[in-house]
Every structure is written in C-alpha cells, then in structure tokens.
C-alpha cells in the first residue's frame, strides 16, 4: 500500500516537474551555456569562454540599460506595495462603502493587456494631440510657454512615466492581496492596542503593518523579480525606437538577438539572473532574520511594546 502511494505521489507531481524543467530550468541551463559561445542561429556555435561578459563591460549601453533597470525596479515597486498597502488599509475599515466597486476598478489595469495600456499612455503623452498636453494647455498659456513637452522623447520624461504608469497597474494586484492578508489579522491585536490607547495610525503602524509583513515581503520579492524583467511598457511606449534614457536590459537581449548575437544575449541574460538572485535572496535573508528575532515573544506583547514605545 506504501509502495502504490508512493507511485501515485510521483505520479501525481510529474507532469508539473515537466513543464518546469522543459520551459523553465532547461532554458535557464541552456541559456547559461550559450553566454559562453557566439552563435548567430545557424551553424556551429563557437566557444568564447568569458568574451561576452568582457564586451559587456565596454559596451556603451549596457551600463546606461542596467542603471535604468535598477532604478525603475527602485521607483516602481516599493511605491505601489506601500500605496496599496494604504488603500488596503482603508478600504478593509468598516466605515468604507463601496468595497467591491473599488477592488474592481483597482484590479481592473492588472488585467488590461499592457499593449492596450502602452498604446492608450501614448495618445495621453503625445506631445501635438495628446490628452495630458491638451489639459495643461490653459496653463502653458498663463506661464507663457510655446514648446509643448514631449513627455515620450524628452529627456527623462519617458523612464518618469513608465514607472508611473507600472506603479497604477501594479496597485490593484497588491491590494488585492493586502485585502485578504488583513482579513486573517486578530482583531483582539486592535481591541488590545486601543486599550493602551493606541490611535488609529498608531494601530496601523504598530499593528496591521507587522502582520502583514510576510505579504509585504512576497509582493517586494514578486515585484522585484517582474521589474528586472520589464520589457513590454518600454518597447511599446517608446514605439520601437527606445532611446537610452529609458533602455532597459531585456531590451538590449531583444537587440541583440535581433541582431543575431546570441551568446551575448545570453550573458545579459546571465546578468539579469545574477541581480534577481542577489535581491531575491537578500530580501527572505532580511525577513528571516526579523522573523527569527522576534520569534520569542508573543503577538500580543510585541504590540503593547510597539504601542508604549
């Protein structure tokens, strides 16, 4: 009976270990031996060893795409966790009406195919017909101004409003997952904070936030992981001609392999795995250790002592 359970166990869980390693770990594999050869697509790939790694290093605008990536991960993530995270706050009170209607309009850009939402941002921003210019052009007339923005192509306008654009979109899926982490929080942690005489944002810094800090952590861990691998809002904001002031590094893997230099791609490739792992594994170490410290006291001590403190 063990014997058939255990077949039925491995059984159970083959399918799924196929598709990972057929579409995930075996590229991921392949993707790393190919950083060490030059292949054009056809023919033989010839060894490099770390040749692409070294042209990396002197290629012009791998620095400017890595620095963009870093920032807009920087920019993006941690504001739309913390703001859903107030909105969450909010609109799980009792006194807020409405609750579903909000969810969904909220959730709604989540699902929205970001094409649709790249090419709808460009109509916004265009700098001769685009709604936001069309708005402000009662003040450009008050401040004297002839040169209407080009909030696509100007300067550092066009990284400024991706990040802008993935902060709304990201908001709704955190607060999503806020609502149902603060549905599981005690509410005897409230009604005992209140006792102290803990006000209302001293309950939400002191109380909600710490409880739903392993939320906070997958939607940062989660958030980060996406954000390296941003590439569709750029390519469609920027219509296919993206300037280095918004180039990121899945951009330069889609040049590249345009262009047929695959094994280079693959080292940016490389490149991107390496920082995810590092942010990844440097924020569970984090929260690990914050779990670990205060693992020896209980959930009721530990908000009486945030709330007197």
């Keep these: 009976m063990t014997l058939r359970r255990s077949i039925n166990a491995y059984a159970y869980i083959a399918f799924p270990v196929a598709i990972l390693t057929v579409f995930s770990l075996a590229p991921t594999v392949l993707g790393f031996a190919l950083s060490f050869f030059q292949w054009d697509g056809g023919g033989a790939p010839v060894f490099v060893g770390l040749r692409n790694f070294q042209a990396l290093l002197d290629d012009h605008r791998f620095g400017p795409a890595l620095i963009n990536t870093l920032v807009y991960v920087i920019a993006s993530v941690p504001p739309a966790v913390l703001i859903a995270f107030l909105l969450a706050v909010a609109v799980h009170a009792k006194w807020f009406r409405g609750k579903a209607l909000v969810r969904t309009l909220l959730f709604m850009p989540t699902i929205v195919s970001i094409v649709a939402i790249g090419f709808v941002w460009r109509w916004v921003l265009d700098d001769q017909t685009g709604l936001l210019n069309w708005v402000l052009s009662p003040v450009?007339?008050?401040?004297?101004?002839?040169?209407?923005?080009?909030?696509?192509?100007?300067?550092?306008?066009?990284?400024?409003?991706?990040?802008?654009?993935?902060?709304?979109?990201?908001?709704?899926?955190?607060l999503v997952l806020y609502l149902a982490a603060l549905a599981s929080v005690d509410d005897a942690l409230y009604e005992a904070a209140e006792l102290d005489g803990a006000g209302r944002w001293s309950c939400v810094r002191h109380v909600t936030w710490p409880q739903v800090a392993p939320m906070t952590v997958f939607?940062?861990?989660?958030?980060?992981?996406?954000?390296?691998?941003?590439?569709?809002?750029?390519?469609?904001?920027?219509?296919?001609?993206?300037?280095?002031?918004?180039?990121?590094?899945?951009?330069?893997?889609?040049?590249?392999?345009?262009?047929?230099?695959?094994?280079?791609?693959?080292?940016?490739?490389?490149?991107?795995?390496?920082?995810?792992?590092?942010?990844?594994?440097?924020?569970?170490?984090?929260?690990?250790?914050?779990?670990?410290?205060?693992?020896?006291?209980?959930?009721?001590?530990?908000?009486?002592?945030?709330?007197?403190?």
């Excluded at 192509?153 to 902060?167: A, K």
């Excluded at 590439?231 to 280095?244: C, E, K, L, N, T």
Aim: glycine share 10%.
């Design 140 to 174: 450009y007339s008050i401040l004297g101004v002839t040169d209407r923005p080009d909030w696509l192509n100007e300067g550092r306008w066009p990284m400024v409003w991706v990040i802008i654009i993935s902060v709304w979109r990201n908001i709704g899926f955190c």
């Design 219 to 309: 939607l940062i861990v989660t958030g980060v992981i996406s954000a390296l691998q941003v590439f569709d809002i750029v390519f469609v904001m920027s219509g296919r001609q993206v300037g280095p002031n918004v180039s990121v590094l899945n951009y330069e893997i889609y040049n590249q392999f345009k262009g047929g230099q695959l094994g280079y791609a693959a080292a940016i490739g490389v490149v991107i795995f390496i920082i995810t792992a590092l942010a990844t594994a440097g924020q569970l170490g984090l929260s690990a250790r914050r779990q670990r410290a205060g693992s020896t006291r209980t959930a009721a001590a530990k908000v009486v002592e945030r709330v007197h403190a």
